[in-house]
């Protein structure tokens, strides 16, 4: 059964400064992974999906990366700024419907 | 192009009525998840639809159903409403549910409120 964990729950950190945020999983056998933004009370915001034949993607201060093998990826936001504070989900998708969502790290950035 | 679409975005209801909860996905997607995020935990797969059919369901009772229209929208039911039930409930779509490359998206979400 695919599980997926994210760390830390919670992370809070100054403006200006660059920060990494880890997903795990169990089973490697995964189509791709995506890096979702949540803010409070509204839905999820689409940030990066990685092919599991892929390492890494960018997209402005963002860069996922993938490694499959140890069933690890991480985020990394660079020079943070307060309009990033939000929950980010890290989704694991094992084919079909079955995305599995990590309980997601609530980021704090402050001015 | 719009995205994800979902109605109503607050919904009170009260123990042991019915609610329905309704999503429009994107123009050209023909699959479209249920989930449910309950506080502080995480998001829960409720059910999905492809090309009309429901594929298939996580672990609720039956009193959460479903269906899936002509047109790709759909519309989740919950009898029976219980307290635990109060949570948001978000939808997503997707071009298909196969393909390696397919992202998921979100609407902004249904925020049921059960007293």
């Known amino acids: 059964k695919q599980e997926v964990t994210q760390i830390p729950a919670a992370l809070s950190v100054p403006e200006g400064e660059n920060l990494v945020l880890n997903c795990s999983f169990t089973?490697?056998?995964?189509?791709?992974l995506q890096w979702f933004r949540q803010d409070p009370g509204k839905g999820l915001t689409s940030l990066l999906l990685?092919?599991?034949?892929?390492r890494e993607q960018t997209s402005g201060r963002l860069n996922a990366s993938l490694d499959k093998s140890s069933g690890r990826s991480t985020l990394y936001i660079a020079a943070s700024q307060p309009g990033d504070s939000a929950t980010y989900l890290c989704?694991?998708?094992?084919?079909?419907?079955?995305?599995?969502f990590g309980a997601g790290t609530r980021l704090f950035v402050k001015a | 192009e719009a995205g994800v679409t979902q109605s109503p975005t607050h919904l009170i209801k009260t123990r042991g009525q019915q609610a329905t909860l309704r999503c429009s996905p994107i123009?050209?997607?023909?699959?479209v998840y249920w989930y449910q995020q309950a506080l502080g935990l995480g998001l829960q797969f409720l059910l999905w639809?492809?090309?009309?059919?429901?594929?298939n369901r996580g672990n609720f009772p039956p009193r959460f159903s479903g269906r899936q229209f002509p047109n790709y929208s759909s519309e989740l039911n919950v009898n029976a409403l219980e307290l635990e039930d109060s949570a948001l409930y978000l939808c997503?779509?997707?071009?298909?549910?196969?393909?390696?490359?397919?992202?998921?998206?979100f609407g902004s979400g249904t925020q049921l409120s059960v007293l």
């Open positions: 997503a779509s997707s071009f298909t549910a196969a393909s390696r490359n397919e992202k998921l998206f």
């Open positions: 089973d490697s056998a995964i189509y791709n």
């Open positions: 990685i092919q599991s034949s892929q």
């Open positions: 989704a694991v998708n094992t084919g079909g419907f079955k995305t599995i």
């Open positions: 123009s050209g997607h023909t699959s």
């Open positions: 639809y492809d090309e009309g059919e429901e594929r």
